[in-house]
């Protein structure tokens, strides 16, 4: 196995060395083997078909599972459980229902301490970057689906983590509130020097995110490679000549037979 | 509106066939009293003031009974649903606790307690214990999966998510058996009277069947059933605004 095609583990802010993980009761791992890497500051994909085993890497990056072998590490410290470093964000937004958005964003804070003037201003900072100034007092079910899963990203960057973990949050919305969701998370993360693995099915929304993408298949990481677009992302690149090049390599490799080649850098 | 007054006019029909059925002669006045002897039965105990004791006695065990009843099964729901381990091993017992007839116990509960309060608030407790033993336990294990992940990943302590994210959560399902509960209660402090009271409404029923009064037995199936509509539409109505505190929406 070529180390040399996970060049980020040696300044990796989360970094997954070897990681195993195997349902009780299931036959094979779901996740099989896996090394990866996320540098600070850098976005980095996850690509797969249902099933593949992306959403329990995921779960294993957070300390949500604990690895059958193989190690999870933050910072370099061995991951034991969910640290305060990460902010997940889930697939559904998992709102609670009776509180107000402000003290949706601010429960993470609230499970602590006492929310401070300070606390309650970066949130409502948070909100009003996402477009969201004016319904701060609103409960979810008042929300629409694209404003609810705004919510739960400002939940989740709330306690300014060093690395986001998102399980494809936005794949229940339409495509272009999306693509806005997209565009509100790219800016978040640069403004704010956050890291993130984001776990998607969709390949566009792989190459809009990410600075590298991995695909997944059958618990094993099969192909991974940088992708060739600017960054800060320009306006209007997902209709680039380039943006569709690099949405149909990806495609090929997942069409591929993948597993028996192996990893291919 | 309309419905309601379909619903007063439809009364006041049956109101005039009984009246009249019972004026014709068809039928003794020990088997069937008509309204209006009901009405000047009623009249008469409110105005002597005979009701009020009785009333305040049912009234008094159905709310202790209620609270006991209440707490309890809360308590107890809260303390299976957290240790799953507990609930398994306890399952069978408190399901034969509820398939026992209450009623049933209460010969041994009044050589326990005696005559009066006691038995019938311990009669009414068990009744309202398992309505709100099920719905708590229900409720409590409804809670979504993916919302309790969330707590975990930030870090909550186990008391915090029961507080912050179970009870809310299952609040609307366990309000609804505090609904059953408070009707159960009802029943359960007028039949517990039948056994072993001496003072109440149910009691009185019986005093009132020894001496062949039926116009006094119904006059008193009216306030009973006068008592446990307040009851429940204030039950409905603290119902009302703790959800609009915690529901969705």
């Given at each position: 196995m070529p180390t040399d095609a996970i060049p980020a583990v040696a300044d990796g802010f989360l970094t997954l060395e070897g990681v195993r993980y195997r349902f009780p009761g299931?036959?094979?791992?779901?996740?099989?083997?896996v090394d990866w890497a996320v540098p600070r500051g850098a976005i980095h994909c996850l690509l797969g078909r249902s099933g593949c085993g992306k959403t329990t890497l995921l779960k294993l990056a957070a300390g949500l599972l604990a690895p059958d072998a193989g190690a999870v590490r933050i910072a370099g410290a061995i991951l034991h459980g969910p640290s305060p470093r990460v902010g997940f964000v889930f697939q559904a937004p998992t709102l609670l229902d009776w509180l107000s958005a402000l003290d949706n964003v601010l429960l993470p804070v609230s499970l602590r301490r006492r929310p401070t003037a300070a606390d309650r201003a970066a949130a409502r900072d948070?909100?009003?970057?996402m477009g969201l100034g004016d319904l701060l007092e609103r409960r979810p079910a008042a929300l629409s689906g694209g404003q609810q899963s705004r919510v739960a990203l400002a939940r989740a960057l709330i306690g300014a983590p060093d690395l986001l973990l998102l399980d494809e949050p936005?794949?229940?919305l339409d495509a272009l509130t999306r693509e806005e969701l997209q565009d509100d998370l790219l800016r978040l993360c640069a403004s704010r020097g956050t890291a993130a693995l984001f776990v998607t099915h969709d390949i566009a929304e792989a190459v809009t995110l990410g600075d590298r993408v991995g695909v997944m298949a059958a618990g094993r990481l099969v192909h991974e490679a940088a992708v060739p677009l600017p960054r800060p992302r320009p306006a209007g690149i997902r209709y680039e000549p380039v943006f569709g090049a690099a949405c149909r390599a990806l495609r090929q490799i997942m069409d591929g037979p993948a597993p028996s080649v192996g990893r291919a850098a | 509106m309309r419905t309601r007054l379909a619903s007063a006019l439809l009364l006041?029909?049956?109101l005039a066939a009984w009246e009249a059925w019972c004026r014709s002669g068809a039928v003794s006045p020990l088997v069937l009293p008509a309204p209006s002897a009901v009405a000047d039965t009623l009249w008469g105990e409110i105005a002597t003031g005979r009701l009020w004791p009785h009333l305040r006695v049912t009234v008094t065990e159905?709310?202790?009974?209620l609270l006991a009843g209440t707490v309890l099964g809360l308590g107890a729901g809260i303390l299976l649903a957290e240790w799953p381990a507990l609930h398994r091993v306890l399952r069978p017992y408190v399901l034969a606790s509820q398939l026992v007839p209450k009623l049933a116990l209460g010969p041994l509960l009044i050589l326990w307690f005696g005559f009066g309060l006691t038995p019938t608030v311990v009669i009414t407790a068990l009744i309202c214990f398992f309505p709100l033993l099920e719905n708590t336990l229900t409720g409590l294990e409804q809670v979504d999966p993916g919302k309790?992940?969330?707590f975990r990943m930030l870090g909550a302590s186990r008391g915090q998510t029961l507080l912050r994210l179970k009870l809310p959560?299952?609040?609307?399902?366990i309000l609804a058996g505090f609904r059953v509960a408070i009707v159960l209660a009802l029943v359960g402090a007028v039949v517990g009277e039948f056994v072993g009271g001496r003072q109440g409404l149910g009691a009185s029923i019986i005093a009132a069947q020894s001496v062949m009064d039926s116009s006094l037995i119904v006059a008193l199936f009216v306030v009973i059933t006068a008592v446990g509509t307040v009851v429940y539409e204030a039950a409905r109505g603290l119902e009302t605004l703790i959800l609009r505190r915690y529901a969705r929406g």
């Amino acid at each position: 196995m070529p180390t040399d095609a996970i060049p980020a583990v040696a300044d990796g802010f989360l970094t997954l060395e070897g990681v195993r993980y195997r349902f009780p009761g299931d036959p094979a791992d779901t996740v099989a083997g896996v090394d990866w890497a996320v540098p600070r500051g850098a976005i980095h994909c996850l690509l797969g078909r249902s099933g593949c085993g992306k959403t329990t890497l995921l779960k294993l990056a957070a300390g949500l599972l604990a690895p059958d072998a193989g190690a999870v590490r933050i910072a370099g410290a061995i991951l034991h459980g969910p640290s305060p470093r990460v902010g997940f964000v889930f697939q559904a937004p998992t709102l609670l229902d009776w509180l107000s958005a402000l003290d949706n964003v601010l429960l993470p804070v609230s499970l602590r301490r006492r929310p401070t003037a300070a606390d309650r201003a970066a949130a409502r900072d948070l909100l009003a970057a996402m477009g969201l100034g004016d319904l701060l007092e609103r409960r979810p079910a008042a929300l629409s689906g694209g404003q609810q899963s705004r919510v739960a990203l400002a939940r989740a960057l709330i306690g300014a983590p060093d690395l986001l973990l998102l399980d494809e949050p936005f794949a229940a919305l339409d495509a272009l509130t999306r693509e806005e969701l997209q565009d509100d998370l790219l800016r978040l993360c640069a403004s704010r020097g956050t890291a993130a693995l984001f776990v998607t099915h969709d390949i566009a929304e792989a190459v809009t995110l990410g600075d590298r993408v991995g695909v997944m298949a059958a618990g094993r990481l099969v192909h991974e490679a940088a992708v060739p677009l600017p960054r800060p992302r320009p306006a209007g690149i997902r209709y680039e000549p380039v943006f569709g090049a690099a949405c149909r390599a990806l495609r090929q490799i997942m069409d591929g037979p993948a597993p028996s080649v192996g990893r291919a850098a | 509106m309309r419905t309601r007054l379909a619903s007063a006019l439809l009364l006041a029909g049956l109101l005039a066939a009984w009246e009249a059925w019972c004026r014709s002669g068809a039928v003794s006045p020990l088997v069937l009293p008509a309204p209006s002897a009901v009405a000047d039965t009623l009249w008469g105990e409110i105005a002597t003031g005979r009701l009020w004791p009785h009333l305040r006695v049912t009234v008094t065990e159905m709310a202790l009974g209620l609270l006991a009843g209440t707490v309890l099964g809360l308590g107890a729901g809260i303390l299976l649903a957290e240790w799953p381990a507990l609930h398994r091993v306890l399952r069978p017992y408190v399901l034969a606790s509820q398939l026992v007839p209450k009623l049933a116990l209460g010969p041994l509960l009044i050589l326990w307690f005696g005559f009066g309060l006691t038995p019938t608030v311990v009669i009414t407790a068990l009744i309202c214990f398992f309505p709100l033993l099920e719905n708590t336990l229900t409720g409590l294990e409804q809670v979504d999966p993916g919302k309790r992940e969330l707590f975990r990943m930030l870090g909550a302590s186990r008391g915090q998510t029961l507080l912050r994210l179970k009870l809310p959560s299952a609040l609307p399902v366990i309000l609804a058996g505090f609904r059953v509960a408070i009707v159960l209660a009802l029943v359960g402090a007028v039949v517990g009277e039948f056994v072993g009271g001496r003072q109440g409404l149910g009691a009185s029923i019986i005093a009132a069947q020894s001496v062949m009064d039926s116009s006094l037995i119904v006059a008193l199936f009216v306030v009973i059933t006068a008592v446990g509509t307040v009851v429940y539409e204030a039950a409905r109505g603290l119902e009302t605004l703790i959800l609009r505190r915690y529901a969705r929406g």
